[in-house]
């Protein structure tokens, strides 16, 4: 249990049809790995969603690292994450998230893949969680889906502390799409006892954590050596048109107090030589770790004060979401769901008297009644499923404060 390990995460961009080089950032990715210059112990991937680059890890690193999982359940897509071990693989398990974006979101896609989180229990006790939560599609409204993140955040913590609870070492691992101290990440952090590794490292380096103004005041290689940068920074090719105050770190190492961090920096920071571009569109996150004696794993001290006010700042963004996002998204197509009944009607019975516009109607008719059923289902089916879900996790919030309550009065 004293042992070192070193680990790799890594978003690699691994879109059919819509990543740029794909095979060819893939097949470098791959290379790097096998030529010695990145030594790891273990490496978790996101966006891994076509299976032909999972080949290409799978068969090509199967002597250095033999132990391999990729995990596929989806609706179109797998979640794309995988794992790749030195370390035996002993047990797995896929959480796929309940609340995972809007159906009517095609072009997002979240909801299709099936975003969710991989959970793989080592021989040598260590639990590692790797997870790629819903993007953010804008920094504010509908397509931040903050509220979508949290939620997800949430039922990633109530994993995480079944873990604490077994006195488990936990590494939660990925692209969480979260800026440091937002909701998501102030979950993780304080209602699931994580620490930052970045953030260990930094304090105990003595070095000053950067507020995101600060940041954007750095140069680009900087803001990566000082702020730990690995998202749409001007140094990746794929993001150099990105401004300065867009640079930020969403993926993270996040530890439980069974684990103390020896190292971190980002990686794949350079290009891929014969192609003079970055090997994808995020930079990697490594962070070397270690196993603390028992002795030396304090118990938590829970601040109920700072709990509350997370949890009323999730029940805030959930409140929102029912009150103004799902009206706004779904209410509208049930309105055209009963138009279409009444214009269908409208259109049976006039259609015998119109004449030479008889065919108007009967188009009218077979296109109102094809987008009106399609509407009808989208109201009733998907917006009662995301809307049940979000009260659900709101009735789980407000069960946490209730007993906050009850165990301080």
């Known amino acids: 249990m ?27 990715i791959v290379d790097k790995l096998l ?35 990729w995990f596929k359940s ?68 509908d397509d931040a889906y903050v509220a979508h993140r949290s939620v997800q955040a949430w039922d990633i913590v109530k994993i995480i502390n079944l873990y604490n609870e077994l006195n488990k070492g936990v590494i939660l691992v990925g692209d969480l799409n979260s800026r440091p101290q937002s909701l998501p990440h102030k979950l993780f952090t304080n209602i699931g ?36 940068i690995t998202c749409d920074s001007q140094l990746n090719t794929w993001r150099k048109d990105r401004r300065l105050d867009e640079a930020c770190r969403l993926d ?35 962070t070397k770790l270690k196993f603390k004696p028992s002795k030396e794993s304090p118990e938590n001290v829970t601040d109920h004060y700072d709990q509350l006010s997370i949890y009323k700042e999730l029940i805030g963004e959930i ?32 259609t015998p008297f119109s004449g030479s516009f008889s065919i108007f109607f009967v188009v009218l008719s077979t296109f109102v009644s094809i987008t009106g059923v399609l509407n009808g289902l989208i109201w009733f089916i998907s917006g009662n499923y995301e809307k049940r879900n979000f009260e659900e996790v709101k009735l789980q919030v407000l069960d946490h404060i209730r007993g906050i309550e009850y165990s301080n009065s």
Not at 15 to 26: N, P
Request: one cysteine or more; hydrophobic letters at 40%; glycine letters at 6%.
């Open 2 to 28: 004293s042992e070192e390990i070193k680990l790799l995460t890594f978003n690699v961009w691994g879109l059919k049809f819509i990543s740029k080089v794909r095979r060819e950032r893939i097949r470098g």
């Open 35 to 69: 030529d010695g210059s990145e030594n790891y112990d273990i490496i978790t991937l996101q966006e891994v969603w076509c299976e032909e680059d999972w080949k290409l890890f799978d068969e090509n690193l199967q002597q250095l690292y033999p132990y391999r999982r």
């Open 74 to 141: 989806g609706i179109i897509a797998g979640p794309g994450l995988a794992i790749i071990s030195k370390i035996p693989i002993v047990e797995t398990f896929l959480y796929r998230f309940p609340i995972n974006g809007r159906s009517i979101a095609v072009n997002r896609g979240d909801f299709y893949v099936g975003k969710s989180l991989a959970i793989s229990k080592l021989s040598n006790g260590l639990v590692v969680m790797n997870s790629h939560m819903h993007a953010p599609y804008s920094l504010a409204g």
């Open 193 to 228: 006892q994580l620490k930052d590794s970045w953030e260990v490292l930094k304090y105990k380096s003595n070095e000053p954590l950067l507020s995101l103004k600060e940041l954007s005041e750095l140069e680009p290689k900087d803001q990566i050596l000082t702020g730990g």
């Open 252 to 286: 993270y190492a996040l530890i439980n107090d069974k684990l103390d961090v020896l190292d971190a920096s980002v990686k794949f920071v350079d290009k891929l030589p014969h192609l003079d571009c970055s090997y994808s569109d995020h930079f990697a996150y490594y």
């Open 319 to 350: 409140d929102n979401y029912l009150t103004f996002t799902i009206p706004k998204h779904y209410d509208w197509r049930g309105v055209y769901f009963f138009c279409s009944i009444f214009t269908i009607l409208f259109s049976i019975f006039v």
